[in-house]
């Protein structure tokens, strides 16, 4: 049974720094896309980081680049988003993903971790 278990989530103050975790079990991260999604109440989820199957390629939502960074850990099987000069519109719902394939539907989500940052 696969599972993304995320952690790492909690209340800080704007211009602080928070890294989230998310460990896999069932998969080998390596050989998957990865991805944090972010969601708040009302709106879509949207895509914040990508890392590519073997962490050879990241991208990243305008919002976050120069301030986020997602990287892999593939002994400990877990993909992290290194988060910095944190605003309070990037509070959110943050979730992980993989997929197998470089496009179609994510096919893996951990459960989400809930960012707050207070002004």
């Known amino acids: 049974q696969v599972q993304l278990v995320e952690s790492g989530g909690g209340l800080v103050q704007a211009g602080d720094s928070l890294r989230l975790s998310c460990a896999a079990s069932?998969?080998?991260?390596?050989?998957?896309?990865k991805a944090w999604f972010r969601q708040t109440p009302g709106k879509e989820r949207e895509i914040v980081a990508t890392l590519k199957w073997r962490d050879e390629w990241a991208d990243y939502d305008s919002t976050v680049k120069g301030r986020f960074t997602i990287s892999g850990d593939n002994a400990k099987n877990t993909v992290y988003l290194q988060m910095s000069s944190l605003k309070p519109e990037d509070t959110a719902v943050y979730y992980c993903a993989a997929r197998s394939g470089s496009v179609g539907e994510w096919q893996h989500w951990g459960q989400g971790t809930q960012v707050t940052v207070s002004s």
């Open positions: 069932g998969l080998t991260l390596n050989n998957y896309y």
